[in-house]
């Protein structure tokens, strides 16, 4: 788990000028959801970039899931995204 948080620093951090990320991985809070599944994370990306912050937050969010695309049909199933100053 922790080398494919690693894998996705890696990709946003290859598209885009970031300072820092923070991946927390909520998947605990949703073990009782009806669509629950262990191999898919809910992950909330906590992400410090000026260049994100200079664009608007739905053009900075759609940045952000089109790098992680093929992560979304895969082993992601919610994503939230904070762009933090």
Same mark, same amino acid.
């Not at 191999?39 to 790098?67: G, P």
């Given at each position: 788990? +922790? #080398? =494919? !948080? /690693? /894998? @996705?620093? $890696?990709?946003?951090? #290859? /598209?885009?000028?970031? /300072?820092?990320?923070?991946?927390?991985? &909520?998947?605990? #809070?949703?073990?009782?959801? $009806? !669509? !629950?599944?262990?191999?898919? !994370?809910?992950?909330? *990306?906590?992400?410090?970039?000026? =260049? *994100? #912050?200079? *664009?608007?937050? *739905? &053009?900075?969010?759609?940045?952000?899931?089109?790098?992680? $695309? %093929?992560?979304?049909?895969?082993? @992601?199933?919610?994503? %939230?995204?904070? @762009?933090? +100053?």
């Amino acid at each position: 788990m +922790k #080398n =494919y !948080f /690693e /894998e @996705i620093k $890696k990709k946003l951090i #290859n /598209e885009i000028k970031i /300072e820092e990320v923070d991946i927390v991985d &909520n998947s605990h #809070n949703h073990k009782g959801h $009806k !669509f !629950f599944s262990p191999e898919k !994370f809910h992950l909330h *990306l906590k992400i410090k970039s000026s =260049y *994100l #912050n200079s *664009l608007s937050r *739905l &053009n900075a969010q759609k940045i952000v899931m089109k790098i992680l $695309k %093929e992560d979304l049909k895969k082993k @992601i199933h919610a994503l %939230e995204i904070s @762009i933090v +100053k």
